[in-house]
Each structure stands twice: as structure tokens, then as C-alpha cells.
């Protein structure tokens, strides 16, 4: 089984200022790991995604995360927020072969930017 | 490309109604899947299809019905509605293990 903690379900910064968004996985086996925004009232984008090669993975929007094995964690980062970043945001773990349409996702965390 | 459609964006349904919503992608994609979001609880999934006519419940998936008859389409079927079922309900695509396309989701309320 394969399970997403997101610490915090909401997290605030001001414009300029670095966002850092926690997620924690548990997989039996080598994950495939996400994230996700969903600006109000629409589906899901895929901000970035690591899929067992680089550990620090670049995405769009200036976004980042790294893969730590040793601490199950996979953060994503932004090192100064804009207003248009204000969105929810989704980690998400697929554990490959037949269940790559499986995900399994954190509760979210909501990002608040002040200017 | 008009990726992953769903229909109706809003639905308003009487407790013990039937209802299908419907998921069609045109990116020859594989694997779909049905999620429901509801506030706090993230998107959790209903059922997964890794092909035409090979489909396998998630996480949740009583009260729900799917088929897959062809790669593009994969509707859910609610069987009779309860008001549990008020959600927001996302049907998303995937190429093996690339990024999962998710449509812009359906409102339902379950009265």
C-alpha cells in the first residue's frame, strides 16, 4: 500500500518570499512521485514529477522538488512566491507497472500570497 | 487536442436517481481513471482502467460502476444516488508513467 502526507493544509507567504510545500510518502516499492495545482474551480496541472532519475527535479513556474529516500520526503520549493501562485496543491505517489492510473494523493495544501 | 472532456460540468441529482457522467480523451492514452475530490480528503480514486475492457476498483468505489469499451471513453455510472456521493468528480488519462491529464471535472449535488 502506498500512502501521501502533505504537512500543513495551508501555508502562507508573502510575494517574494520562499515557498516551501512538505510531502511525505510511504511506498513497498520504487515510487513515482508528483505534483499538482489546481487553480479555483479547474482540474489538475502537473507542476513536476520524478520518475527515477535526477533526485531534483526541475518544473514549471520557477517550481523544484527533491527526492530524498533516506526521509520519504519529496518538497517542493520555490524560492520567491508570486501572486499567481496562490492555487491548491496536490503531492501524489504512483507506485509503476499496471498501476501507473493509480494515484495516491495528499489531502492538499493551500497556498496563500500576500503582496 | 482536446485532451480529457467531461460531461456535464454541473449536476443536480434526487437521492436514489441514476446518473452516468462521461470522460472521453483523444491522446490514445492507456490507463484512465475516475477520482472524487471532497475538501480535506485530496482526490481519492473510484475505479482505473488499464485498457479496453480490462477495469479494477480504487480506493472507493462502492455505489459507482464503470466500463471501457473503447480507449477513448470511460464512463462512471452512480447506481442510485446518495448524498455521500456530493462531490467533485475528476476523470484523468495517463501514458504509462508520464503525467496523468485530468478534465475539468463534474460538480454533483445529491439531494
Known amino acids: 500500500a502506498q500512502s501521501v502526507t502533505q504537512l500543513g493544509s495551508h501555508v502562507s507567504v508573502s510575494e517574494g518570499a520562499l515557498v516551501l510545500l512538505r510531502c511525505n510518502y510511504s511506498s513497498s516499492v520504487p515510487p513515482y512521485l508528483f505534483w499538482y495545482v489546481q487553480y479555483p474551480n479547474q482540474g489538475l496541472q502537473l507542476l513536476l514529477k520524478?520518475?527515477?532519475?535526477?533526485?531534483l527535479v526541475k518544473g514549471i513556474n520557477g517550481f523544484e522538488a527533491e527526492f530524498k529516500k533516506s526521509e520519504t520526503s519529496f518538497h517542493l520549493t520555490k524560492p520567491s512566491a508570486h501572486m499567481s501562485d496562490a492555487a491548491e496543491y496536490f503531492c501524489?505517489?504512483?507506485?509503476?507497472?499496471?498501476?501507473?492510473?493509480?494515484?495516491?494523493f495528499g489531502q492538499g495544501t493551500i497556498l496563500t500570497v500576500h503582496p | 487536442n482536446a485532451g480529457v472532456t467531461q460531461t456535464p460540468k454541473f449536476q443536480v441529482l434526487k437521492t436514489g436517481q441514476s446518473m452516468t457522467l462521461q470522460c472521453a480523451q483523444d491522446?490514445?492514452?492507456?490507463?484512465m481513471s475516475w477520482y472524487r475530490q471532497d475538501p480535506g480528503m485530496g482526490l481519492r480514486l473510484i475505479h482505473y482502467s488499464v485498457g479496453a475492457g480490462i477495469t479494477d476498483q480504487g480506493e472507493v468505489p462502492n455505489g459507482y460502476n464503470v466500463s471501457r469499451s473503447t480507449t477513448e471513453d470511460f464512463p462512471l455510472r452512480l447506481l442510485s444516488a446518495a448524498p455521500s456521493q456530493t462531490s467533485v468528480y475528476f476523470c484523468?488519462?495517463?501514458?504509462?508513467?508520464?503525467?496523468?491529464?485530468f478534465g475539468q471535472g463534474t460538480r454533483l449535488t445529491v439531494v
Open positions: 520524478y520518475t527515477s532519475a535526477a533526485t
Open positions: 491522446m490514445n492514452h492507456e490507463y
Open positions: 484523468a488519462s495517463t501514458l504509462g508513467a508520464g503525467e496523468a491529464f
Open positions: 501524489a505517489v504512483s507506485s509503476g507497472g499496471t498501476s501507473y492510473g493509480k494515484l495516491t
